[in-house]
């Protein structure tokens, strides 16, 4: 069974930082573009970065451009998301999605399979 499975995520205050992780079971991320996106209730989905399946391209949305970074590790199988300087405007239900090709997109509807989804709350 093919799954992605997002951690790292928690209470933090603001200022503060996180890291996700996305690991994949059942399948290799070798030749998947990966994004992240966020939805916090009442909120429309957001696309928070992307990584290209060879990590050669990265991109962010203009909300957490040089706050966030996104990397990957195939030998692990695994995508991260480094949040830093984490601001309550942050907070939204967080999940990595997988799609196998070369450019990533930013549109949820473009990717074939996405993970459970991590809770990141910013409060003080």
């Known amino acids: 069974q093919l799954q992605l499975v997002e951690s790292g995520g928690g209470l933090v205050q603001p200022g503060g930082s996180l890291r996700l992780s996305c690991a994949a079971s059942g399948f290799t991320l070798d030749y998947y573009c990966i994004g992240w996106f966020r939805q916090a209730p009442g909120k429309e989905r957001e696309g928070v970065s992307y990584?290209?399946?060879?990590?050669?391209?990265?991109n962010y949305g203009v909300s957490v451009k040089g706050r966030f970074t996104i990397s990957r590790d195939n030998a692990k199988n695994t995508v991260y998301l480094q949040m830093n300087s984490l601001k309550p405007e942050d907070t939204a239900v967080y999940y990595c999605?997988?799609?196998?090709?070369?450019?990533?997109?930013?549109?949820?509807?473009?990717?074939?399979?996405w993970g459970q989804g991590t809770q990141v709350t910013v409060s003080s």
């Open positions: 990584i290209s399946s060879s990590g050669g391209s990265t």
């Open positions: 999605l997988a799609v196998r090709r070369r450019m990533c997109s930013w549109y949820s509807r473009d990717y074939d399979y």
